[in-house]
């Protein structure tokens, strides 16, 4: 015979509606799974961090050096060349240039490192039977994993910067750091979104073209590096510094350069054509991920 | 006869997860049931037999031999895993050859005993296919057919009954069967009691880790005194039945079941209990027609040892 | 069953299921790059000799770079395959010598790596031969593509031996073999000093520099290395590889691997 047990269960009131951010939870618990392995975590922020810290007592120092100088004053001519050399390294959007190229490595080894096993594994393990089995769109997902990765992402780029960034602020005189040099501020964040959005979308794209973490991985970064070599090969033998354009990381530096208004950049080709590569290479990179997140739903 | 598995003070752990906890038993020939619920153990047990992982303290010993990486004992087993994991890329004939191969069987050789142990386990379509595209259940054939083609001295399964259908389960429950009455040892872990009990009467039961009794069932159920053995009683006069064995002094309930046809009796020495029904229905002229005890099951067992 | 036997059986099978698999299909793809470049770069105005297309391209994209990605990713599966995928649980329950599946399974996938990479070098060496340079530049010259492809197909062999046995020790083979090409011997190879001896790229450099033809030496980095004679560097080479197969046979015959259900 049949047996209810009702008065367990409170009876649901009300009706089901449409979530707004309904990748939000997915989000959320991407962060908190991968927050789980502390480990990873501490090795791979270590160096941003460290990077971070140094150059903000760099650009502290320099503060203090200034407030010392202007209320003293010097009068060698050596020591006043000195002081202006050093200025000028100093300066904050040099330091945060500066700090970018030292952590480049370890910001794609983050992302890449969070980022590569999300929709391969999801593949590997039949999650994504889970996934499309609730009221989420593929956008969704995709948004669910992007900004999963782009939280990582952006510890490992934005944080060493924004420290740089609040240092500066409180350490410079009557914050005028934060009202004459506001542009560096947004140029680091500008920065940090295009350099994690890119890096994201190329790592998400990766991941979803392979079954296992760790050919994502060895995809992610051979696609940085070969993209490298093969610029400097071509500008190499065609002897025309442009061919480095090919190079995902030297059109990365080029922007940072150009947002930043570095006065001697490493590359000198016109900023736009970076933001033209980065730009294809991010709307790429979203295609793949349609597409194979469509034959996930469909093979699903 | 000589036992099968020897474990003394048998521990495994995983860091600070522990698997098995001074596990200390013998199991001996013919067919043996390793059952527990998930998380008891059972298939670190058969793994620790199977010699793929080595005990952290204790000793163990299988057909008398150290199991881990010990080729010697590796031609005498036969083990199906519980993963669902098997070489995609590979059609079941190939993959059951080449393992045949690796037990150092030539090549015709080989492929004979695999077609037969594929027939044996009655997979006999999809075999131009490869395994990646087989179902659950055609999967759960090859991983038995791999085991047995060698015709080992020790069979070992960690659920094999998952993802079959009820006929494959029959057919696979048969198998088990006449493997052990062909002399073969068999241990077989299953979380699912019935099938277990249908398989044999001889288990070992695992909980958290430790040992929660051995034996057959009846045995098992006979020690557990503590809880009266309850029997169900149809019968055509109920009432006047129940009046004449509440006053049997081992009897200690008596309890007319909703419709008013069946009694159920509780009592603390089910033989003697027996022996003294059938005087007293002939004598009330009661009618029996069915007679159960409803907690001799494995299942029954298992709730009194663990609940 | 001997190791050898075991070892021949084990290499069939996975030389069979290498050739027929997506992986190896990528790396070929891969392996092909930089003949497409050489061709590439003859399509523009004023392209250099078919010497220097072939020498930095050989150096920098295959030698650098596509050699030790895809010695890592065939190289890393080559245990962590099985174990990621738990058939190695098969393997290990088989009357055989476990060092013979580290053995065979790393000769299959040396085998078909080091083929796709002789046959990437070569082809390098074809495309910028035959891509469209006029005759007088597009002459290679003695020891130039020899040593390459000797490069090409020793690297494979000596980095998948190297991360194979990487694979055996660790959980995540992969960050570890990318932490040692891409951190350790990218560091490493181009510091001045004795430090490069800790890396195969300066091996490979050695013998190319003690074998090859002198255009090898315009490659700038080679300016500021003192090279081991080529004999030495080969041996080294062939020791690193040796030295690798072995510890992973110890491992993998010693170690329990623990399979998530």
């Not at chain 1, 409170?10 to 959320?28: M, Q």
């Not at chain 2, 049997?248 to 009694?263: F, H, T």
Request: net charge positive; aromatic share 8%.
């Amino acid at each position: 015979m049949a047996e209810t047990h009702t008065e367990i269960y409170r009876p649901f009131e009300g009706r089901l509606r449409s979530r707004a951010l309904r990748f939000l939870p997915l989000c959320l618990a991407g962060i908190r799974v991968a927050a789980r392995r502390k480990l990873p975590l501490i090795l791979l922020f270590t160096p941003p961090a460290i990077t971070g810290i140094v150059s903000s007592f760099i650009v502290y120092a320099k503060f203090s050096l200034e407030q010392e100088v202007g209320t003293r004053g010097v009068t060698d001519a050596g020591l006043r060349i000195a002081i202006a050399m050093a200025r000028q390294m100093t300066q904050v959007h040099n330091q945060i240039v500066g700090s970018q190229r030292a952590i480049q490595t370890f910001a794609l080894l983050v992302i890449a490192w969070f980022g590569a096993g999300l929709i391969a594994e999801d593949r590997k393990q039949g999650a994504h039977l889970l996934y499309f089995s609730r009221p989420l769109t593929r956008l969704d997902y995709f948004l669910g994993h992007f900004c999963t990765v782009a939280f990582y992402g952006l510890c490992a780029v934005l944080g060493p910067g924004l420290l740089i960034c609040t240092v500066a602020t409180f350490s410079s005189p009557d914050y005028s750091f934060l009202k004459e040099e506001w542009d560096v501020i947004a140029a680091t964040f500008g920065f940090a979104l295009v350099c994690v959005g890119v890096l994201a979308a190329l790592v998400l794209a990766v991941s979803s073209l392979v079954n296992r973490k760790s050919f994502a991985l060895a995809g992610v970064f051979g696609l940085v590096v070969a993209s490298q070599a093969v610029g400097g090969v071509m500008s190499e033998l065609e002897a025309d510094e442009d061919f480095l354009m090919i190079g995902i990381w030297s059109n990365l530096f080029r922007l940072a350069d150009w947002m930043f208004g570095a006065r001697r950049p490493i590359f000198h080709w016109d900023p736009r054509w970076s933001v033209v590569i980065l730009s294809s290479l991010f709307v790429l990179c979203v295609g793949v991920c349609a597409w194979r997140i469509r034959r996930l739903e469909v093979v699903a | 006869m000589s036992a099968v598995v020897e474990a003394e003070q048998v521990g495994r752990w995983y860091g600070q997860v522990v698997g098995l906890n001074e596990l200390t038993l013998v199991i001996g020939p013919g067919v043996t049931g390793l059952v527990g619920p998930n998380g008891a153990g059972k298939s670190t047990f058969l793994k620790l037999v199977a010699g793929e992982i080595r005990p952290s303290r204790g000793r163990l010993e299988v057909l008398g031999l150290r199991p881990f990486a010990n080729r010697a004992f590796f031609r005498r087993i036969g083990f199906c895993p519980q993963q669902d994991a098997l070489y995609d890329d590979l059609r079941a004939p190939a993959l059951v050859e080449f393992l045949l191969r690796l037990s150092g069987y030539r090549r015709a050789e080989a492929r004979r005993r695999a077609a037969a142990a594929l027939e044996r386990v009655g997979l006999t379509q999809g075999l131009g296919r490869k395994v990646g595209t087989y179902s659950k259940g055609m999967r759960q054939r090859v991983k038995l057919a791999q085991a047995i083609a060698h015709e080992p001295e020790l069979l070992i399964v960690d659920e094999p009954l998952s993802g079959l259908d009820p006929i494959g389960r029959a057919e696979m429950t048969e198998l088990f069967r006449g493997l052990g009455e062909a002399g073969v040892h068999v241990l077989i872990s299953s979380h699912v009691l019935h099938e277990v009990e249908n398989l044999t009467d001889r288990i070992v039961l695992l909980h958290r880790g430790r040992l929660l009794a051995q034996g057959t069932v009846g045995d098992v159920r006979r020690l557990l005194n503590r809880h009266p053995r309850r029997v169900v009683i149809t019968l055509r006069e109920p009432r006047r039945l129940a009046n004449r064995l509440i006053g049997l002094e081992d009897v200690s309930s008596v309890r007319l079941d909703g419709d008013g046809a069946r009694l159920s009796v509780e009592t603390s020495d089910i033989e003697s209990f027996f022996r003294r029904l059938t005087a007293v229905a002939g004598e009330e002229r009661a009618g029996i027609r069915s007679l159960e005890s409803t907690d001799a099951s494995l299942e029954a067992v298992f709730d009194y040892l663990v609940g | 069953m001997t190791l050898i036997r075991t070892t021949i059986l084990i290499f069939g099978m996975q030389l069979t299921r290498s050739l027929r698999s997506k992986r190896t299909g990528f790396c070929l793809l891969v392996a092909i790059g930089p003949g497409a470049l050489a061709w590439l770069i003859q399509r523009f105005p004023g392209a250099p000799p078919s010497v220097e297309i072939v020498i930095y391209p050989g150096w920098f994209l295959l030698l650098q770079v596509i050699v030790p990605i895809l010695s890592l990713i065939a190289g890393s599966a080559v245990i962590s395959e099985e174990i990621d995928d738990r058939t190695v649980t098969y393997l290990f329950t088989r009357p055989i010598p476990r060092a013979a599946l580290m053995l065979g399974r790393w000769l299959a996938t040396a085998l078909v790596l080091c083929l796709i990479l002789a046959f990437g070098a070569g082809l390098l060496a074809l495309m910028a031969r035959f891509g469209g340079n006029p005759p007088e530049r597009a002459h290679i010259g003695q020891g130039v593509v020899g040593p390459l492809i000797a490069m090409a197909v020793l690297g494979g062999a000596v980095y998948s031996g190297l991360f194979a046995a990487i694979g055996t020790l660790y959980k995540h083979p992969m960050i570890v073999g990318l932490g040692y090409t891409f951190a350790i011997e990218g560091f490493l190879a181009n510091l001045p000093g004795k430090s490069q001896g800790l890396t195969i790229q300066f091996y490979l450099r050695s013998y190319i520099a003690g074998r090859g033809a002198e255009v090898w030496q315009r490659i700038e980095s080679f300016e500021l290395t003192t090279f081991d004679p080529a004999g030495e560097a080969l041996a080294t080479l062939l020791w690193v590889l040796v030295v690798a197969l072995a510890v992973g046979c110890v491992v993998v015959s010693r170690r329990q691997y623990l399979l998530t259900a």
